[in-house]
């Protein structure tokens, strides 16, 4: 079952603006991460952020978390025309070693 | 981060037919591995959970007759869609797990005519 909610679904701007991407989920979590994926391909992990940190960078990526709301976001930061791809939070629990908790996704298009 | 293969990228068949779809971790052993389906511009699906030496869990209403998951060794995992119909037809991804990160194969297009 789906545990995260992404906000926007769609996101769409020029490049060299920045992009954000919200998550929110319900339970309390040991972990979040943020998976990209291109269409018709495999997910490739991009960050994770552990319950006890609030903030994460990653190149161009930065990662917050705020448990006490049950949300994160994701920063893109001087966004390129190939970052155009489907984001998705995925939510770890201390229950079920390695199960992940997608959200629904956020489909970015980045216009050159 | 940990490479996982996926095998093959794409099939089609005929209804009624099998097809097996196999799942490498390459450089790490993953004692977990996830089968996830994919509906267009939907989020991945979780199917089954398996676990290396012992039977699959399988995700509620997910039929385990219909989807046979064999995992034999800490770097495969198969999973065979028996007797497929063009509604089994998705995009299957599967995923190897450090406990943590789970790290995903390219996944599968499957066509059932």
């Known amino acids: 079952s789906q545990q995260g909610e992404e906000d926007p679904q769609a996101l769409s701007i020029q490049e060299g603006e920045n992009a954000t991407m919200n998550c929110s989920y319900k339970?309390?979590?040991?972990?979040l991460q943020w998976y990209r994926q291109n269409s018709g391909r495999g997910l490739v992990h991009l960050i994770l952020i552990r319950s006890n940190e609030r903030e994460k960078h990653s190149g161009r990526l930065r990662v917050t978390l705020d448990t006490s709301k049950k949300s994160s976001s994701l920063l893109i930061t001087a966004s390129r025309a190939a970052d155009t791809a489907s984001y998705f939070c995925?939510?770890?629990?201390?229950?079920?070693?390695?199960?992940?908790?997608f959200g629904r996704g956020t489909q970015l298009t980045v216009w050159p | 981060g940990a490479v996982v293969s996926q095998h093959p990228s794409r099939v089609i068949c005929k209804s009624g037919t099998s097809v097996k779809i196999e799942c490498r971790s390459l450089?790490?052993?993953?004692?977990?591995m996830f089968w996830y389906r994919q509906f267009p511009k939907q989020s991945l699906m979780l199917m089954a959970t398996s676990n290396e030496g012992s039977k699959a869990t399988y995700e509620q209403g997910v039929e385990k007759d219909k989807f046979l998951i064999n995992h034999a060794s800490l770097t495969l995992s198969t999973l065979t869609v028996t007797s497929a119909h063009p509604e089994d037809s998705s995009f299957y991804i599967c995923s190897a797990s450090d406990l943590e990160t789970q790290y995903f194969g390219p996944g599968t297009r499957l066509l059932v005519l």
């Open positions: 450089d790490f052993q993953a004692t977990t």
């Open positions: 995925a939510t770890g629990r201390g229950s079920t070693l390695g199960r992940l908790y």
């Open positions: 339970t309390s979590i040991n972990n």
